[in-house]
Structures are given as C-alpha cells and as structure tokens.
C-alpha cells in the first residue's frame, strides 16, 4: 500500500489539476502504516505537493497539507533540512496559515534533532524567515515560531546564529509592528535568557532585557501590567533573580508600590507587582523578601480588605504561597492581629463571595494549615489551631457546610483543608466531637464524580495513617476508616437481591 502512495504521487506531478488525485493520495496515506511509509521515505517524491501549495486553489491546499502532515512524518529531520529547504523557506512566507503551521512544525522537527539542527543554522533566510513569522496575525503561527526559535537558542552556535548577525536587526524590526508583536519578541527573549546566565548575557547585550525593564518601570499603566507578567517569569530562574537585583529592578517595583497609593490607575499593575513579590518570597526566602520589602506584606493586608474581588483573590493567592512553608508560616504569624484580621476575611469572602473566590480561599487556608508531621511542634499545632478558629466563629461547620454545597469544585476544596489539618490531634478532636462528622466523612454517597471520590478518598487516608488516630476517634472508628482506605476510592456497596419463587 506505501508502495501506491509512491505511484499516485508520482502521477500528481503530471497533472495540472489533480484534485480527484489528490483525494485518492489522502485517504491511501492515511490508510498505510506510519513504519510503511517509512520504509518508502526514500521513494517519496515531495516537491510536486509542495509545489502545488502554490497554486491559488483553497481546496487544493488544504489537500496538499493534509497529505504532507502525513508523509513528512515519514521522513527523517536530517533529510528534511537537507532536501526541503527551499520548500520550508517558502512555507513560511506562504499566505494561508495551515501552510505555515505545517512548516513550522516540520522546523520543530528539525530543531529538536541535534544533527538537523546545524544544517538549519547554517541557513540565516530560513531563520529570517522563522522570526518574522513572529509578526503574523495568527497567535499559533506566532507560538510556534518562538518556540522554535527558543529552541535553537538552547545551543552556543544557536545563541551566536541569533545575537550575533542580521537577525537581530530583524528581531527588532518585527518588534516595530505593533504593541502585541512586541511583548511576543519579549516573552521570546524571556525564554531565552530563563535557560542559564550565559543565555541572559547575550540577551542583556542585546538591549532587549533592558527595552523591556525600561517599559516594565515607566508610566504606561497597562504596558506595565504586561511586562510584570515577563519579568516575573525570569525571576523563577535563580540567575534571572540575581541579575534583577542588581540592576536595582526589584528596588523599582517596590518603590512603584509604595507610590501605588496616589497612582488612581494603580489597579491595573498592582496585582502583578504583588503576585512577583509573593513568587520571588517562596523562591528565595519569605523572612528575607519581607524584611526587606515591607511594602509587599503591607499591600497584601490592604488588599484582602478591598472591596475589589481581583485584589482580594491576589492577596488570598499570595497568602497561601506564603504560607506553604514554615518559614512563611512565621512571618505571617509576626503580623499578630493584623494577619488574624486578614483570617477573619478569608473566612467571609470562603462563606460569601463568588465560586471561583471561595475556591481560592479555601485552597489558601489548605495551604496556611498544613503540617507535615515533622514539623509538628506544640508552638505550630497551636498556631495551627489559632489560625482554624480564627476563620469564623465554628470554623468547622463552615467548611462542612461549604462542603455540602451541589459545586464539585467546592466540594473538593472544602475537603482538602479537612484533609490538610487531618493529622493534627486538635483538629481530630474538633471533628470527633462534632455530631455526624465521623459518619460524613464515612458516607460514600455524598461523592458523585471522581474528583470528588479521590478527594474524599485523600481524608480517609490523612486521618488513618495518623497515629494518634485511634486514640481520639476510637478503636472502631479506626478499623471503619481503614476498611474505607482498603477498599479504594470508588468502592460500590454490592445491594443484595432475593430471588422470588416463580418470577420470570
């Protein structure tokens, strides 16, 4: 059957308008063997298809994509950039966008290939090519290319072939199309200069780090709100952190914050600002970012008393970044009555706000409450337990109720901070001595979907695998949550039926 994919391929490039051909060439194709086609990779003749592409005929070129999406599957990325670089070339400058998607792909293809790799180096139009398909109007092309492109970089000879010729001039002219493009090219050298610090050199001798640090800290509120979002992205690199120190880039922000006050349009930066902070905390070391950038814990606090759902659900994150390490635990401990306050509105907006906020409030107090059983020291199970009553008045009703609520993904995170304090012998004293608590937590039937089943299921477990369990639940409560954890998470109670005598 490969062996008739060769013939009518053969037979498209005599044709001036092959489309019944071209038909019969895609359902063979997809009709053989991917290992098939390989074996004939040698026989297939390309270029008549590609040449096809090139024809005015939307039909006709869906067909030829369609029918190369398959083949060039077939053939190996060496012989690709060896013998179809002229065909990617023109690809990537062809006016549909399936043609481009299809080129790019096939370049994916090749850059991930160490040996294909160099021979696409060493081809500076293709490149221009792959960099100014950045500019297109089409998101997808767009992505594609700078993946390849970031992909390249990954090598010395990649970093030279970009920084180190014409292409640089034209990464900065595609640049020049518009605001959107732009911030592409930005997100492009972020990737980039994410891989190691040699990667950030070449970039920052660009000019391009520094463009984008110059937009990040000027007066344009909405390109700030953009540019957080990227710069954010190479503090997740320890170089990247470094080189943002000292350039004296995380002082900026910081200051910007603390202007944010008289700034009426600082709605639109702050949460990114906050949220860069809150990673750069959890990445290095809470104590030391909140030491030494007061402003960010003060404009959390702020925050949660906002009356603005998007700066509340940032602070709510942010607290629980913070609170998922011990460190972070005791710097918001420190805050005393301040952080107690911010509790008591966790608990309101957990109980009032919209789904996707309680959602977020109740994944930010699994995080505050959790600890591990090493760390569970008086000082930390008290805090621990300061922090639940904290949250509402019967902090434990609160969650069941939520938790009884017809929304899985309330139901779900409702149960994970049942889960998170689960081991925690004040926690289990609170839920044995609640009435029908033990039962809920045994009751298979509130559960309906999977999500819901395994959650549940994540409870039992936290509670059996606690070892001071059967002490506080008692020995039979001990043995039914066991039983519960042996059976698995989608156990079904088998109903037993009685045969009646005579029935059909």
């Known amino acids: ?62 067909l030829c994509v369609s029918i190369l999406e398959r083949l060039l599957q077939a053939v190996e990325p060496v012989h690709l950039a060896r013998n179809l670089r002229v065909d990617l070339q023109r690809g990537l400058t062809h006016p549909d966008d399936s043609v481009k998607t299809l080129t790019l792909s096939q370049i994916g293809r090749i850059v991930e290939n160490s040996e294909a790799v160099t021979e696409i180096l060493n081809n500076t139009e293709l490149l221009k090519q792959i960099v100014y398909c950045i500019g297109g109007e089409n998101l997808s092309v767009a992505k594609t290319a700078i993946k390849s492109l970031s992909r390249i970089s990954l090598t010395q000879a990649g970093l030279e072939a970009l920084f180190e010729s014409n292409l640089l001039d034209d990464l900065k002219n595609v640049m020049k199309t518009n605001d959107v493009v732009r911030y592409r090219v930005y997100e492009l050298i972020v990737e980039i200069s994410s891989v190691s610090s040699e990667s950030l050199n070449y970039c920052t001798t660009s000019g391009l780090v520094t463009q984008l640090l110059r937009e990040l800290t000027g007066e344009d509120v909405l390109v700030r709100a953009t540019c957080i979002e990227m710069v954010t992205s190479l503090a997740y690199t320890h170089h990247g952190r470094q080189y943002l120190a000292q350039e004296g880039v995380i002082d900026q922000i910081s200051n910007i914050i603390v202007g944010a006050d008289s700034d009426p349009f600082s709605g639109f930066y702050l949460p990114g600002f906050v949220k860069f902070f809150g990673n750069l905390a959890v990445m290095d070391s809470p104590q030391q970012i909140c030491e030494r950038y007061p402003v960010f814990l003060e404009k959390v606090f702020e925050m949660a008393d906002s009356q603005d759902p998007t700066m509340i659900g940032v602070a709510v994150d942010t607290v629980g970044i913070l609170g998922s390490s011990v460190e972070g635990k005791q710097v918001l401990q420190k805050a005393g009555t301040r952080f107690e306050h911010l509790l008591t509105r966790i608990g309101y907006q957990a109980k009032n706000a919209s789904t996707e906020l309680k959602t977020r409030c109740l994944d930010a107090v699994s995080c505050l409450l959790y600890l591990p059983p090493e760390q569970q020291t008086e000082d930390f199970l008290r805090m621990a337990e300061s922090w639940f009553s904290s949250l509402s008045q019967d902090s434990l009703e609160l969650f069941r109720g939520i938790s009884n609520q017809p929304f899985p993904e309330l139901h779900c995170a409702a149960l994970k901070v049942f889960t998170a304090i689960a081991n925690q012998p004040w926690a289990q004293k609170l839920m044995f001595n609640s009435p029908g608590f033990v039962e809920f937590v045994m009751d298979r039937s509130v559960e309906h979907d999977k999500a819901s089943k395994d959650a549940k299921y994540e409870l039992v477990k936290a509670l059996a695998n606690s070892k001071t369990i059967a002490e506080i639940f008692g020995n039979s409560n001990y043995l039914r949550l066991r039983t519960y954890l042996s059976e698995g998470p989608y156990y079904v109670k088998p109903v037993a039926t009685t045969a009646v005598e005579g029935a059909d």
């Open 1 to 62: 059957m490969a062996g008739q994919a060769v013939t009518l391929l053969r037979e498209v490039a005599r044709l001036e308008a092959p489309l019944e051909e071209l038909r019969a060439l895609q359902s063979v194709v997809y009709a053989v063997p991917l290992h098939e086609l390989r074996e004939q990779a040698a026989e297939l003749r390309l270029g008549p298809l590609f040449s096809l592409l090139n024809e005015n005929n939307r039909e006709q070129t869906a």
